[in-house]
Structures are given as C-alpha cells and as structure tokens.
C-alpha cells in the first residue's frame, strides 16, 4: 500500500499539473501543445534516464551537461570534415551519430573509473570533467558558435523534426530509451546488482558482486544517454556553444528525484524519472500559458516542487518505519 | 554466585534505584509487553534475559525514557516518576548503552567520550583536560586506544569499550547496557565485568542484557526472565543454572543443546589446503588443511586474524604470498566471484553491515548471491520466489512477509536469511564467521542442526567463533591464531577452553595436555 503511493506520488503530481493546466487554458491539452511538451521533455528525459541508473547506484554524475555540449561540438565538427570528404550526406550523419555514442560512452567510462579505480568521489571526478568538457567546447568554438553544414543538416533534420504516425522522432525514442532502462534496471540482474550497490556497498562486495564494474557500467549507461540526447538535439538548431546544455545535469537530478528514485542510492524508479521529466517541462509551459506568476520564477517553481517532492517522499518513508 | 549480593535486594530498607510496576507497551495493535513489574537496586546488577522478540530492549527503552509505556508506572529512587524524554532520564543519571554504536566515526576518542558536555576554558574546548580524564576511563576498562585516534580507525570491540566510557564518564546512578559483549573477546569481556563491578560497589544501579548464559552466571547477582512480553520470573543468580536459565527463555527443555557431528575419517580428502598464506591485513604465515564433511573451528583472540585469512581466502583482500589447493588443484580467486564459482560460500559476523540490504526486501536479499541461478537474461521472478518459499521453510525463517524489510527481522531471522543466502550456491565448503552472535538460544540450536546437516550432506564447514563452548561442541579439529598465524590445531580430547586459551594467547601447547593425552597439538610446521 505504502509502496504504491511511492509509485503513485509522482504521477498524482503529474495529473494535478494536467488538471491546472486545462483550467488556466483551453488549448493547453490541445495536440500541438502536447506533442511540445513531450518533445520538449525528451532532451531532460533521456539524460535522466542515465542518471536513475549512476544515482540508483550509489554515484553522481555532474558532468552531463557539459558533456552534451562537448559531444554536440565534436559532432558537428567531425561531419563537417567528412562532408568534404564524402558526397554520401547520410553516411555523414550515421558516422556523425556513431561518433557521437562512442564519444559518450567513452567519457562515461572515464568518469567511471576515475571514481572506482581511482577512489575519488563521483562528485569530485564529475565536477572536474564537468568543467573540462564546458572548456573543451568554448575552445573547439574558438569562444563562439560551432554550425553544422547546412547541406549535412538538411539531411540530419528529421531526426528532430520527423515523426511516424504524428508522433515526434525525440518522444518515440524517449520512449524507448524509457522501456529498455525500465527492463534493465528492474528485470535483470545487473539493474539488481546496481540497485544493491547502491543500498550498501559492503553487501554487494561480499554478495560476490563485482562493484567497480557496476559503477562503472552505470557511468557508461549515463555516458550513452547523453549521446542519444545529444544525437536528436544537434538536428533541432545545428549548432552547439559554449552555452549549450547549460544546467542540464541539475534538471536531470531533479527529474530523477522528483521521481522518487532515492538520491543516496538503492532505488531507482524509471517510471518516476520520466514522470519527473514531464513536470519539469510541465511547469514552464504552464507559466508560459499564464500570467498569474511570470515566467521569470520558472526556476523558483521548480526548485520549491522538488523540495516538496523530497519532502513528501521522506514524511512517507517514516512512516513506513 | 557469591551471597553478598542478596543483602541488597533482601534488605526493605534500601529503595529500588528504579522501579516499573504494570507495564504495559503496543506499537499499534500489537503488544509487546504485558504487565512487567521491574525493579534494580543500588549496587545490584540486575540481568534481563530473553529470546530476541522477547521485550528486553523495548522494556530498557521504557526504563530510560527512550519510550513511553502505554500504561504503567516508573518510580526513581521511589519517587513516582515520567521521563518526559531520554535528556530528562539522562539528568537524573539513568544512561542506556544501546546495542548499536552510537559514536560519531570521524571524531576522536577523545571528543566522542565528551560529546555534548566538552569541558572548556573560557570560550575555548579543554583538550587537555579532557585527554587527561578519557585516558583514565579508558585505562580502567584496560582499552589500549589512543584518546586522539579517530573512532573510525579502531576495532569494533574498543569502539564498544569508548561507548561504555561515554556512559560511566556521565556519573550514571542506573546503567543499562544492551548486549555490551556481543563484539567483545573474553578477555575484553572479563575488563568490563571488572568495571561493572567496581561501578556495582559504589553502588551504581545496572541492568545488563545477554544472550551469553555464562557471563550472566558470573556477573548477575539476579536476574529477571521475559518471554514474549511477559515477566516470567526473577530469581537469585546463584539459585538456578544455566540449564534453567535456557528453560525459562525457552519454555521448554534444550535437550542436545549441540547436535552429534561425526568425525570424519583421517584419511578423508582434503577439500582445501592452505600453505603459508600472507597479506597485507595482518596474516603472517598461515595453513591449515580443512577435510571433507568436518567442521573445522577456528579460535582466536579479537585481532588475531580468522576473519581476515578467511576474506583473504576468498578473495576479498589480496594475497601476498602463499598457496591455496582446492581439490589438490592449486587456485586463485581475485575476487568474491571466483570463490564462488569453486563452491566457496563465506558467511560474514558482520550481518547487518555486510551480510544483508536492510532496507530491502527478504526475496531480494535472499537471491542476491546466487542471482545468475535465476536470471536467463531476465530474473525470473517466479523461480526466485519458489525457491526463497523452499528456503524460509528450510530454514524456519520465521516472517510475516516475503515483501518486509531485512531490517524489521529479528536478530534470529535475519541470520537464518543469511545463511539461506549463501548456501543458495549450493557451497561445497561454507565458511561460517560467528554464525550465531547475538541471537537467542532456540536460533542458535537451530544453526548449529543446519551446520550438522550440511555436514551429513558432505560439505565441509568452517566455523569461527568467539564463544569457545561453540567451538567446542561443534568442532571435530580447532585452529587456533594468534597475531595472524596459526599457533596449533587441537584434536580429540585436546579441545578444552584451557588449550585453546593457551594457544590464543601465544603460549603454546602446555605440558598437562602432554600427559594427559597421547597425541601433542599439531602445529602447522606437521601439517604443511
């Protein structure tokens, strides 16, 4: 019963905002803002979807953000070389996307084992590659912006903009990157492995589970759900800066939270996660639609909605006690 | 027990220190205690004994003000009396050791034992003094750590010897402690039972709960029995033995208290032999060979070195030199899972720390170890609970609901969960690391018949044990360490407390056990 209400709390939240929303206006349930929202959500949704597994686990990852910038840059400089090599516009794209998830898994696997192997803290390692990379990106851009080909970008365009069946490409593998992480971390053993090490470490160790590699698979998860983000966000303006994905890493953490997915470790919830991810997304548009609070306050909303959503959670923990 | 002690509870003169009448406690519907009356005296150490899920603790609680009763009286020093909160109990001198450490790990020795009432000068912390005067407490419990050291750094036993100086630095007038001795060596043991009873003649009041039968044989001067809620009896110390004391727990009678383990032949196999083994956490120079279907005890000092050779054996710490056999196969483990994979199941003393995910559920917990038996690439569910049902029954695992949490099992339960977990491997040899602390008599009788089936079945265990009478009883063969080596394997009729004191504390064999037996102790030089 207790449990459920876990569950439940996130989408009650959910649904309130739904509600209020049609009240404050009409169009807000409208398709057009619908598939916006969702869409919207997608970018946030997918990165928080990594960060359900580092943060189930145990860990932190800061870096997120910054990561997003630094593999959209290398992207786009990477397909603008090739495109002088190549008239193969869409062997351009697929190696542009390839290097893309390569890039990304790779910086998850640093981060990874700088914290295991390296015995620093997640916060520590994440916190300085999340600095390098913003650096990295400001110096790939010469301190501007990094374009893509116009030509490469006509081409790469409907990975953002396309849709099958009226359903928007970033919301359809939002979706799916939602089903796999839910399968994966509830349904097979190492989601189980992951969710133990981060409920206590020792146990783990002395369960014969091989810890540092749990960590650092979970890293890697993060590192790929960066680069798929990245990979549909990259198509939408075709340029990354040194401002790109700014503060990305703090809404995914919130959204995580918000999802009731326990920030010290040992539970994790997908269902909440993307759940958390549509509130977010949810708040703004619900400014947006009103004048009753500017949007200005977006931030303030959503910083006392993750305070109560802790909250609530922590009030209905004790009671379980 | 000596006679001096009854002057106290006989004389009318002399008020109770504190006194329960008609207590009643229910957490929600359930009740937990039933209508205990309970009193200590000054100068009387008063032992409160139970099977886990008994009342002990939550009755101590009541008596310190951690908890209110749901009805029911207290009376201080014979006054009515309610502890509004523990801070109102702890004025008036009433300080409750709780079975958990309560100590702030990154601070000093020093600071924790001063925690909340520093000493200072002017505006400033008086380090000095405060040094000065944990040293003394310390000295008096013959605890060797250093004041400054952090309490992170030191050993479980001499955390639990600076939580006993946090208490009586507090001036108390009733002391409660909560299985002090559960971490403790005897000879850690004997140190605090020297200074309750220093504490006992300037006329502190103290209640003390244990499990261990003979250590309230040789401190209590009375003790009061519960079973399940209710007062059964409180009898002079000195008037009933240990057999009555386990039948009044119990309720019924511990006939074969340990069950008959053959001994297996001398020419069984070797299922693993262990050859100059070193690490870098304290193991020297190691070796024992361990034989098919035995139980093989190990004893041993707190430091001495069992549970680090056994972790270094399965892989948990690295080995520096040295060789392990299994089989006759030499092998290596890196890791936990290497052992695993050979049918090496190690069971950790540290239960709630390193054995179980308390905030997890039981299933959970229990296929945890043995995961790949029910994982294609998915877990299937079904299977794991089928065999977590097989097991709970195996096991006697006694719980309201696959679904609760490992934390809300009892002590008892919670070591027959473990237990369950590691043998769900289907281990050919199981390490048991203290398979029975701190759990009641009627679990400890049944882990010893789950070590003897394991046994009959033909697997090789491993038992270390603080508790020498277990090593006894359960052990055809004892190694005995001291200081990271293997001082001697007795055999036979060699296994007496004596010998293995002897042993553990670095004397060697002595010459009594040369003339009453035939056989001398084997030392590792013979067996390797």
């Known amino acids: 019963m207790i449990i459920n209400w876990k569950a439940a709390g996130p989408l009650i939240a959910l649904g309130a905002l739904l509600v209020l929303g049609t009240l404050i206006n009409g169009n807000f349930l409208s398709t057009g803002n619908m598939t916006n929202i969702l869409t919207r959500s997608s970018f946030i949704g997918i990165i928080a979807i990594g960060a359900t597994f580092v943060i189930s686990s145990g860990s932190i990852d800061l870096s997120v953000g910054s990561m997003a910038a630094f593999i959209a840059g290398v992207m786009i400089m990477f397909m603008n070389t090739l495109k002088d090599l190549t008239d193969l516009m869409w062997l351009v794209v697929l190696a542009g996307v390839l290097a893309g998830a390569v890039l990304g898994m790779f910086a998850g696997w640093l981060n990874g084992i700088l914290t295991t192997r390296g015995k620093i803290e997640a916060f520590i390692v994440t916190l300085g590659t999340m ?37 928007p490409f970033p919301v359809i593998i939002f979706a799916a990157m939602a089903v796999l992480g839910y399968v994966v971390l509830n349904h097979t053993a190492y989601g189980r492995h992951v969710q133990s090490v981060g409920a206590n470490e020792h146990v783990a160790r002395y369960s014969a589970i091989s810890t540092d590699r749990v960590k650092i698979i979970a890293f890697m998860i993060q590192g790929a759900c960066v680069a798929m983000a990245t990979i549909i966000y990259v198509p939408r303006l075709g340029s990354a800066s040194s401002s790109t994905g700014v503060l990305w890493e703090l809404e995914a953490i919130a959204a995580v939270i918000i999802g009731g997915t326990l920030l010290k470790g040992g539970y994790g919830r997908i269902g909440g996660t993307v759940a958390g991810a549509l509130i977010l997304t949810l708040i703004g548009n619900i400014l947006n639609l009103t004048d009753a609070i500017s949007n200005y306050l977006n931030g303030a909303v959503q910083g006392v909605i993750i305070i109560a959503a802790v909250f609530l959670q922590r009030g209905i923990g004790k009671k379980q006690k | 027990m000596s006679s001096s002690n009854d002057s106290i509870a006989n004389s009318l003169d002399v008020l109770p220190a504190l006194r329960a009448s008609g207590i009643n406690k229910s957490f929600g519907p359930i009740a937990v205690l039933h209508d205990i009356d309970f009193e200590v005296y000054p100068g009387e150490i008063h032992a409160l004994l139970g099977e886990n899920g008994a009342g002990k603790s939550t009755l101590v609680k009541i008596l310190a003000g951690f908890e209110q009763p749901t009805s029911g009286s207290l009376a201080f020093n014979g006054a009515p009396t309610v502890w509004d909160s523990m801070r109102d109990a702890e004025e008036n001198g009433i300080v409750l050791i709780h079975q958990e450490l309560n100590l702030a790990g990154l601070l000093s020795v020093e600071e924790n034992i001063f925690l909340g009432r520093e000493i200072k000068k002017g505006l400033f912390v008086d380090h000095t003094t405060m040094r000065k005067k944990s040293r003394t407490l310390l000295d008096q419990l013959e605890c060797r750590a250093s004041v400054t050291a952090r309490v992170d750094d030191l050993s479980v036993a001499d955390q639990q010897m600076i939580e006993i100086a946090k208490a009586t630095s507090r001036n108390a007038n009733v002391l409660f402690l909560d299985e002090p001795t559960a971490v403790l060596t005897p000879h850690e043991t004997k140190s605090l039972f020297k200074l309750l009873r220093r504490l006992k003649s300037e006329g502190v009041a103290i209640v003390f709960i244990s499990h261990k039968l003979d250590e309230i044989e040789q401190i209590a001067d009375r003790i009061t029995v519960l079973r399940d809620g209710k007062h059964i009896d409180t009898v002079p110390a000195h008037s009933v033995t240990k057999d009555d004391m386990a039948r009044l727990m119990v309720g019924r009678d511990l006939t074969e208290y340990f069950p008959h383990i053959p ?22 120079d190691a070796g024992f060979d361990l034989r098919r279907a035995e139980v093989l005890g190990f004893a041993g000092l707190q430091g001495a070195g069992r549970t680090a050779l056994m972790e270094a054996l399965i892989g948990l710490d690295p080995i520096t030199t040295g060789t392990i056999q299994q089989n006759g196969t030499t092998v290596k483990f890196k890791t936990p899972g290497d052992a695993k994979t050979a049918r090496i199941a190690y069971l950790t003393k540290d239960r709630k720390g390193k054995g179980l995910l308390l905030g997890n559920d039981l299933v959970h917990n229990f296929s945890l170890f043995a995961l790949e038996k029910f994982t294609r690439f998915f877990i299937n569910r079904k299977a794991e609970k089928a065999a977590f049902d097989a097991a709970a029954k195996q096991f006697d695992l006694r719980a309201a609901s696959p679904k609760m949490l490992a934390g809300s099992l009892s002590g008892g339960n919670q070591q027959k969960l473990l237990l369950a977990k590691v043998l769900e491997i289907n281990p050919d040899i199981i390490i048991l690391d203290e398979p029975t602390r701190g759990i009641d008599v009627g679990a400890k009788s049944q882990i010893y018949g789950f070590i003897a089936d394991l046994v009959s079945q033909g697997r090789s265990v491993i038992v270390l044990s603080s508790e020498l009478s277990e090593i006894i009883g359960l052990s055809s063969r004892v190694a005995v360490m001291h200081e990271g080596r293997i001082t001697g394997v007795l055999e036979g009729d060699q296994i007496t407390e004596e010998e293995i004191m002897r042993f553990a504390t670095g004397l060697g064999a002595s010459t009594d056990a040369g003339k009453n037996n035939t056989t001398t102790a084997t030392t590792v030089e013979e067996i390797s």
């Open chain 2, 263 to 284: 001994v297996p032949d001398k020419n069984a196999d070797i299922v693993l032999s262990v050859q100059g083994v070193a690490t870098d956490t304290g193991i020297v």
């Open chain 1, 131 to 167: 600095g390098i990379y913003r650096s990295l990106v400001t110096y790939l851009a010469d301190g501007g912006t990094l374009s893509l080909n116009s030509q490469v970008r006509s081409m790469y365009r409907p990975v953002y903009y396309g849709d099958i069946l009226g359903i």
